[in-house]
């Protein structure tokens, strides 16, 4: 059987996959019930063996090097691998379902684009999606697993943080030509775009410290997606959360026209039976979830 070359310790690297995942040590432990120490313990074994750092020194936040994103990705892929061949391998393999409930604009502007990706690992798996409403007042449905919005009370249930998210303004490049700084009260003489009544601007505002302006002009779109898109297309100013909004400021379709100024807007999390109680389907899912997210896969 080939090995590692300098014998890499196979048991670590799924800590150090869940460490680079989440840029936290403490994180990474937490989800595989192992403690801080033990991740940095693995990690640093994995460097030894390599004689290459996976993380860079002296930094308060978690930060991979050139190698560690490097055999992240490796890990990752591997992983993905492992948890379709043990699915299809075990003994309700050509059985398996998978019953998932999510908020519409989650599922339909994030989950169901990427779906493809994780039944093409599971090719024998039967996978019922439903919809769920913004705010859960009768409980959760009775489904495998459930991806719910800024809320964290189930009781009996496991419930893990997948995103939080930070609201900042965006705007088309050619709408900051010229403008070296802007401030708050430039937006008096533009458009500003809403997926609502106007809360999340004023919200904005607020964080800012700033008295909110009249805008010269209002536009009211019906979703995430359209008012993203009324704002590439150079219609106004709009409010990203950097993560439903499809990454259009990592491409340059969209711009910050005020740095990083943002402001926390709440957390999508997933809601499970606990650990031991999962499916080989429901774990695989919860897996591939983690890693399409923290990869900040591209449909």
């Not at 801080?36 to 390599?50: C, K, Y």
């Not at 992983?79 to 050509?94: H, M, V, Y």
């Not at 937006?187 to 009544?197: K, M």
């Not at 010269?216 to 008012?227: C, G, I, K, L, M």
Request: proline share 6%; net charge neutral.
């Amino acid at each position: 059987m080939p090995t590692l070359p300098r014998h890499v310790p196979l048991n670590a690297l799924q800590g150090f996959e869940a460490a680079a995942r989440h840029l936290n040590m403490r994180r990474a432990g937490e989800e595989l019930h192992i403690t801080q120490s033990a991740i940095s313990h693995q990690v640093r074994a994995i460097e030894a063996a390599l004689g290459q750092p996976l993380f860079e020194a002296n930094r308060r936040k978690l930060v991979l090097t050139a190698q560690g994103k490097r055999l992240h990705d490796t890990v990752r892929r591997a992983l993905d691998d492992i948890a379709a061949t043990t699915l299809q391998l075990g003994e309700d393999a050509f059985s398996a379902s998978l019953s998932v409930a999510a908020p519409r604009a989650f599922a339909a502007q994030w989950l169901v684009p990427r779906l493809p990706r994780f039944l093409d690992l599971f090719p024998d798996l039967t996978l019922k999606l439903s919809s769920l409403p913004a705010e859960i007042a009768t409980g959760l449905p009775r489904v495998d697993a459930a991806v719910v919005f800024n809320q964290v009370d189930f009781p009996g249930m496991q419930v893990e943080t997948l995103v939080a998210l930070e609201m900042f303004p965006v705007c088309a490049p050619s709408l900051t030509a010229g403008v070296d700084t802007m401030s708050p009260g430039h937006l008096r003489n533009v458009t500003l775009i809403h997926e609502d009544g106007g809360t999340i601007w004023a919200r904005w505002f607020a964080a800012m410290g700033a008295e909110q302006v009249s805008a010269r002009r209002h536009v009211y779109a019906s979703n995430t997606q359209d008012a993203l898109a009324l704002a590439r297309g150079g219609a106004g100013f709009a409010i990203d959360d950097g993560f439903l909004g499809g990454g259009s400021v990592a491409t340059g379709a969209l711009v910050r026209p005020f740095g990083a100024s943002a402001f926390p807007f709440g957390q999508y999390a997933l809601v499970t039976q606990p650990h031991d109680r999962l499916s080989p389907a429901t774990l695989a899912f919860r897996d591939w979830l983690r890693r399409e997210i923290s990869g900040g896969g591209q449909v």
